[in-house]
């Protein structure tokens, strides 16, 4: 059944065990993106705390891997932690790091149960929200999910694993060498469909510090993925770029080597249609604003990621942030987005927000700019901005994902490969 990329959103249990959600789709899942706060209701809230995770069926195997951050607001001296780990969902409820929140994908349902997922809880916190992008149908061949350690030398290495050939990879997760929770905060974000169509993003801010200078982020259209440093005041440690994707997995240009082997996790898809990009947020033209954003082919949903830092490429001082969203319009439009973000003042000013019915939403701490995800067609999609700043221009970066385009079968080839059977049937006397 073609492909199905649909957004969503579910109310966590507050008790451990089995939960299962419905996406109402109808078709098997595959893949599973999730993100979301340390909140139980939409807007805007005190403190950073959130999540992004991953979850896919491999050839009948579940893996999931989650990565995980919180900051504490209004404190004289920053209290920042993150961590990775195997796991779809982790929410801490401080910066300290305190772990609350723990569930990881069990299944996706089949047959009567076609288009459902169930997680199993296993650390029961707060009934926060959770987002997700729900991918399945049978365009979509193949996927994986595999953990990597960065090199700690420059150059070509090939990251493999997988029993196919990508046709993208999506890259998220947190610092560390290990799967762990520790203090310092930095996660990124990052994918590539090829050598000319990428981007990449951390973000970060410094554990245990006056908040002047510590918090930064980075985003760049012209490498694969960005890590940052381990701990101290946020720099750029290691830089790589895409050159091919191969059989197992990719090769990647590592032109500037980590500093240790930061782990990394890579979600990759085969089948369908991708595209990769960017945009801007206007600063003029008044709201509402429609946006009309080209695509290379007909997308069925579009993932959107930002640091929310201006349209520069380079490193940015003051503010770490993390912005992660999703939107389609196959049918209905259907949205989901959660932030967050902090700013170096002092005490500290840190807050985060969500929302099912924006695809965008930055934050300066206040609302900065914020879209709805408004329609989708062959060759483009469309946002509208309900909220947009005249000072500054927010770098927005997506991928899409859309089924394989129906090939049409010319007049002659189908007269070259079916002459047999249209060739008149000889002819049958009824009296012998």
């Not at 305190?98 to 047959?111: M, P």
């Not at 076609?114 to 959770?130: D, E, Y």
Request: glycine share 12%; proline share 3%; with cysteine.
């Amino acid at each position: 059944m073609g492909l199905t990329a649909l957004p969503g959103q579910f109310t966590l249990n507050t008790s451990t065990g089995d939960q299962t959600i419905d996406t109402g789709s109808g078709v098997v899942g595959k893949a599973l993106l999730v993100w979301g706060t340390y909140q139980t209701a939409e807007g805007t809230g005190a403190a950073s705390s959130g999540f992004h995770g991953c979850g896919v069926d491999a050839a009948g195997t579940i893996k999931n891997r989650v990565a995980a951050w919180a900051a504490d607001d209004n404190v004289a001296t920053s209290n920042d932690g993150c961590g990775n780990a195997t796991g779809l969902i982790r929410l801490f409820s401080n910066g300290t790091p305190t772990l609350d929140v723990v569930a990881t994908l069990s299944s996706f349902g089949t047959g009567a149960n076609a288009g459902k997922f169930t997680i199993n809880i296993s650390n029961a916190g707060p009934a926060c929200l959770v987002y997700y992008l729900y991918l399945g149908g049978t365009d979509l061949t193949d996927v994986d999910l595999l953990q990597y350690a960065a090199p700690t030398i420059t150059g070509n290495r090939d990251d493999t694993g997988a029993s196919f050939t990508p046709d993208f990879a999506y890259a998220f997760g947190c610092i560390g060498t290990s799967q762990s929770d520790k203090t310092e905060l930095r996660a990124y974000s990052g994918c590539s469909l090829s050598a000319s169509k990428r981007w990449a993003m951390w973000t970060g801010a410094d554990d245990g510090v006056t908040m002047t200078g510590n918090n930064k982020h980075y985003h760049t259209d012209v490498a694969a993925l960005v890590l940052s440093n381990q701990a101290g005041t946020p720099n750029l440690d290691a830089i790589a770029d895409h050159v091919a994707f191969i059989s197992g997995g990719r090769t990647l240009n590592w032109t500037d080597a980590a500093g240790v082997a930061t782990f990394y996790y890579v979600l990759y898809l085969k089948g369908g249609v991708y595209d990769v990009g960017n945009f801007a947020s206007p600063t003029g033209g008044g709201t509402p604003q429609d946006q009309v954003v080209t695509t290379a082919s007909a997308l069925s949903a579009v993932f959107f990621a930002s640091t929310q830092q201006a349209t520069a490429m380079a490193t940015s001082d003051n503010e770490w942030g993390l912005m992660l969203g999703a939107g389609s319009a196959t049918g209905s439009p259907v949205e989901a987005v959660a932030t967050v973000k902090g700013q170096n003042v002092f005490n500290t000013d840190e807050n985060m927000t969500n929302a099912s019915t924006k695809c965008i939403r930055a934050l300066d701490p206040g609302t900065l700019v914020e879209a709805d995800y408004k329609s989708q067609d062959a060759t483009s999609f469309t946002i509208t901005w309900t909220t947009i700043d005249a000072t500054q221009a927010v770098k927005v970066f997506w991928w899409g994902i859309g089924a394989a385009p129906v090939t049409a079968i010319l007049e002659e080839e189908f007269w070259r490969v079916e002459p047999a059977r249209l060739a008149p049937e000889p002819a049958v006397s009824l009296w012998g």
